[in-house]
Each structure stands twice: as structure tokens, then as C-alpha cells.
T-cell receptor, first 114, second 115 residues
């Protein structure tokens, strides 16, 4: 099976712009989670989607949003970009998103905000 | 809330010597625990997972971890380090019930392997 894919792999944006990142889960997986990785804060949970519904959300401002499509592909959007949004954004998929279920991560999208 | 503490931010070993990466967790519930590895400019790869079936968990590439409830520890070991093991390792715990499959990550341990 193909793994989790994320596009684009690299992005450069300027402050105030918005950005959309895409994630395609492993075939058959219906849960998609997003994480932000920064040198200062480490890996932090953004949100999780299952069956096109956000089930869980981390402690991030409303500028961070996401959605999931009927084929389980997911996008996340960051509006009004700030310098501190520069990070590696990782997407993970699992079958049902159950507690303790193994999540498989994509290679990430590296976002640089100038 | 669940939390994870990785006791060493950096570990340096010589090739062929044992590896020990230490992790303590805090949990009010019976947690699921994971170790993931991240090579430079790559995503996270699952090394192993504990889900209460057995306290000694074997993973990929010769790694294993032992769950010790009395010590709230889940240390990662490997008998003999290889150059390709140089990477950052994350100890991870599933969040408490009601938070779905949210993962809580430790700060990471960078493993350096000297030739």
C-alpha cells in the first residue's frame, strides 16, 4: 500500500498570506490527524478528522482550520500567516482513529513564513 | 492529562555498543505507548507500540522497549547501534479517553552514533 502523502513538500509564504496543505491517507484509512512540529514547541496536535467531521481539536487559534473530503483526503488551512507559523506540518492517518490506534505519518510539509 | 518526559535530549554512542533512550510517562489511565523515529527531513516512522498485551515489546530494526508500570517508564533499547540509527526518537503516549486518538509527544532524544 502507498503511504501517507502530503503536498506540497515545501512552501514559502509571507506574513498575512494564507496557505492550504493537503494530505492523502493510506488507502482504507478514514481518520486523519494533523500535527505541527517546531524546534521550540516540539510536536503538537492540531486536529483530527473522521468521516468529514472534526472530532478533536488542539489548542491552536482559529486561524488554523481543516476539512476532510468523502474520499478521506484532508486539507488544512492557515490564514493570516505569522512568522511563528513556520514549522513542519505532519499528517497522520489511521483506520478508525480509535484510542491507541497506530497512526502512520506522512513526510510533512515544511512551511517557511517570511 | 497524559504527559511524557524523555530524560535525555542527546545521547551519543559508538557503533556496535548498546543504545538506551529513557522515557517516563504520566497517565491516569492504562495508556498506549509508542516510540517513533524521525530521520533528518523525513516524517515519523513507528518503531514499536505497547498496548498491554506484553510488557516487553519488540520493534523494527532490532529495537525493543519494556513497559514498567511501577516505574512509569518505557525505555527504548537496542543491543548494538548502527550508523543508520542516528536520528531523533520520540516517546509518545495516547491521550486520555475522550480525546480520540490524539497523541502526546515527548520532546525527543537525538541519537548520535560515532564510528
Amino acid at each position: 500500500k502507498a503511504g501517507v502523502t502530503q503536498t506540497p513538500r515545501y512552501l514559502i509564504k509571507t506574513r498575512g498570506q494564507q496557505v492550504t496543505l493537503s494530505c492523502s491517507p493510506i488507502s482504507g484509512h478514514r481518520s486523519v490527524s494533523w500535527y505541527q512540529q517546531t524546534p521550540g514547541q516540539g510536536l503538537q496536535f492540531l486536529f483530527e478528522y473522521f468521516s468529514e467531521t472534526q472530532r478533536n481539536k488542539g489548542n491552536f487559534p482559529g486561524r488554523f482550520s481543516g476539512r476532510q473530503f468523502s474520499n478521506s483526503r484532508s486539507e488544512m488551512n492557515v490564514s493570516t500567516l505569522e512568522l511563528g507559523d513556520s514549522a513542519l506540518y505532519l499528517c497522520a492517518s489511521s483506520l478508525w482513529g480509535g484510542e491507541g490506534e497506530t497512526q502512520y505519518f506522512g513526510p510533512g510539509t515544511r512551511l517557511l513564513v517570511l | 492529562a497524559q504527559s511524557v518526559t524523555q530524560l535525555d535530549s542527546h545521547v551519543s554512542v559508538s557503533e556496535g555498543t548498546p543504545v538506551l533512550l529513557r522515557c517516563n510517562y504520566s497517565s491516569s489511565y492504562s495508556p498506549s505507548l509508542f516510540w517513533y523515529v524521525q530521520h533528518p527531513n523525513k516524517g515519523l516512522q513507528l518503531l514499536l507500540k505497547y498496548t498491554s498485551a506484553a510488557t516487553l515489546v519488540k520493534g523494527i530494526n532490532g529495537f525493543e522497549a519494556e513497559f514498567k508500570k511501577s516505574e512509569t517508564s518505557f525505555h527504548l533499547t537496542k543491543p548494538s547501534a548502527h550508523m543508520s540509527d542516528a536520528a531523533e526518537y520520540f516517546c509518545v503516549v495516547s491521550d486520555e479517553p475522550g480525546y480520540g486518538n490524539k497523541l502526546v509527544f515527548g520532546a525527543g532524544t537525538i541519537l548520535r552514533v560515532k564510528s
